[in-house]
């Protein structure tokens, strides 16, 4: 892929001044955008290959190559609970959808971020 996207990304810090800079900043999002999707493609099948190392202990959960540090983490640990306890979280659920309508519930918000999604109707160009 061309090198142009990631110096017009990196070589852009100040707000675009035209509608032309804004369509280059976007085309080299996008661009990068369609990369990085290439390359989670390309790596995952290698990520199942290396867990599968481990399984068979060929490595450890966590090892270093190159430099590089290498660290299996088992995911996100999550609960199914019984229904008493589903029917206290539907009513605190309620009450906390109560205290925002009246107002007594402090909003906060997280740091903002875009969140930038290829076309549906068409395949990516890789």
């Not at 369509?23 to 080299?28: E, F, G, I, N």
């Not at 979280?89 to 205290?99: G, V």
């Not at 969140?115 to 160009?125: C, D, E, N, V």
């Amino acid at each position: 892929m061309p090198a142009a996207p990631v110096e017009a990304a990196s070589a852009s810090s100040a707000v675009p001044d035209s509608a032309g800079a804004i369509d280059a900043l976007l085309d080299a999002i996008t661009a990068l955008k369609a990369q990085q999707k290439q390359l989670e493609q390309q790596l995952e099948p290698l990520l199942v290959a290396l867990s599968e190392a481990m399984a068979a202990g060929q490595l450890d959960p966590a090892f270093s190559h190159n430099d590089w540090a290498f660290s299996h983490s088992l995911g996100r640990l999550s609960y199914e609970f019984p229904a008493p306890v589903q029917q206290i979280e539907q009513q605190l659920k309620a009450a906390k959808e109560n205290a925002i309508q009246q107002g007594s519930a402090t909003e906060k918000r997280g740091k903002p971020f875009w969140t930038i999604r290829p076309p549906k109707t068409q395949p990516l160009p890789f």
